[in-house]
């Protein structure tokens, strides 16, 4: 009896709090898709808010890729050297390092922000361009990329594959391309799939460091939700769904993926 | 070349970048909070002038109620989850951390879709409910961002946790609400304390959701973003992001001692 009753209590919350997060997800798709939201539904469904969207913010969708794949290659290029570096000399010094480069998980982005603008801001050129956004996404997604790499890793004997590998003759270089980036596959992909998604949805450093011509997705998100109709803010974060959950899976998914195979 | 050379050719990107993009920027805003009128006297400034302790006791306030609210809620939900397999639980699974990716403004839009003007809430009640501009709406949006994260984290422990214990605590007459404080809390512990202090320090820097949100309320983050773009007073806006992420850099730091885990931060 008693235990029921604690089930029915447990069962209660859980759902409310899927009706708390849900509800209003739901009630945003649904106001992308109204003909007028004050109204309700029964003033028809219509796709005119979400092309009225792609007139307004296609560029800055397009921006938001374009910088989604271009922190991708960067915390690649310094992400994957770095993360087999830290698993072949564990230390004080290299938990250090890690330690260090994954302040920006715990600083909010905000004063990371107001850091890069005091250092870099009088630099017009630098600050102008698009480069100066993705020097924050960057700095944001890093420590992702180097975790996840590092983790699997650091689950497997890589001083003995390499060591064998060396012995048949093989230059550093070689064990690195054939050795190592293969195993690491997973922790890559997981990365990857994790730099992507953070990027796309990053907001509270790129609020302080875009310009009026350089807006990304959810820059132009806190735009619309500003200055626009609630039916055009709708549809916009309603293209926004459409891109962030499906990668949001597939990161869950390669995420636990690695993580088996770390451990 | 060496072994050892081609390792240490390996870190270089990362030493360069973490360099010249992290280490140098926050010691210039370190100087930068002091190079003001004031120099040092402005880190006394923030306990000294009513409007900053004021917003960091509100701050800190509805950071503390979002990360009870969270573990209260995730942890009865966690458990539940872990506990119980029946049909729909992957969706229940799925609906509750689908947020995760939700960056801060979207979360603060959302809130206004439920307590603003032409919110629900608003429609369906009699009388005129809006409180999506109100301490309250800033609460349920930073507990929004929270669930995800907590549930995630408690869930990982909770599934370690052996079952046998509580079976044992029961035909040793305990009642449910004896096993929940005697057995299963004490075996989460850790978890909570570490998805807590995650909780707090993401809702004390939480700049997205506050600023769709708190238009008229003085939380930190909204308060380093006016000094910084209206008051233009750069000093203090230094100062409190300084004295913000230490905060946060700390508490981050035992959750993760304590859990292993790491959870984006940001809203």
Known sequence: MFRSKTKLLQLTVTLTACAFLLIPTLMSVLAGVTVNYFKGVSSGLTFKWVLNVWELYADSIFLSLWLAIACLIVTLIIGLPAAYGLARHPGWLSRLLEEFISLPLAVPGLALALALLQLYGTLSGFRTSWTFILVGHVLYTLPFMVRSILAVLAAMDLKTLEEGAASLGASPWQRFRDIVVPNAMPGILAGALTVVTLSIGEFNLTWMLHTPYLKTLPVGLADSYASMRLEIASAYTLVFFVLIVPLLMAMQWASARAQRIAQ | ?267
């Not at chain 2, 992290?22 to 009513?50: C, H, Q, T």
């Not at chain 2, 079976?167 to 057995?183: I, Q």
């Open chain 2, 1 to 267: 070349m060496t072994n050892r050379t081609f390792v240490l050719t390996c870190l270089t990107p990362l030493l360069i970048f973490s360099l010249a993009f992290l280490a140098f920027p926050l010691m210039r805003l370190f100087l930068a909070s002091v190079e003001g009128d004031n120099g040092w006297a402005v880190y006394l400034d923030i306990i000294r002038k009513p409007r900053y302790i004021n917003t960091l006791v509100l701050t800190v306030l509805v950071s503390l109620a979002t990360t009870f609210a969270a573990l209260a809620v995730s942890t009865t939900a966690g458990m539940f989850l872990v506990r119980n397999k029946f049909r729909g639980r992957n969706i229940l699974l799925s609906i509750l951390t689908l947020p995760l990716a939700f960056p801060g403004v979207v979360i603060g839009f959302l809130i206004i879709l439920l307590g603003g003007r032409q919110g629900l809430i608003n429609q369906i009640t009699p009388g005129h409910v809006v409180f999506a501009y109100s301490v309250l709406g800033l609460f349920l949006g930073y507990l929004y961002f929270s669930i995800p994260r907590v549930l995630l984290t408690v869930m990982a422990a909770a599934e370690k946790l052996d079952p046998a214990l509580e079976e044992a605590a029961r035909t040793l007459g305990a009642n449910p609400f004896r096993v929940v404080v005697d057995v299963i809390l004490p075996g989460l512990m850790p978890s909570l304390i570490a998805s807590g202090a995650i909780a707090f320090a993401t809702a004390m820097g939480a700049f997205g959701t506050a600023f769709t949100l708190a238009t008229n309320i003085d939380v930190i983050p909204m308060v380093i973003y006016t000094e910084f773009t209206l008051s233009a007073n750069i000093a203090m806006a230094a100062a409190l992001s300084i004295v913000l992420g230490i905060v946060t850099w700390i508490l981050l730091l035992i959750a993760r001692s304590l859990s292993g885990t790491t959870v984006a931060a940001g809203g």
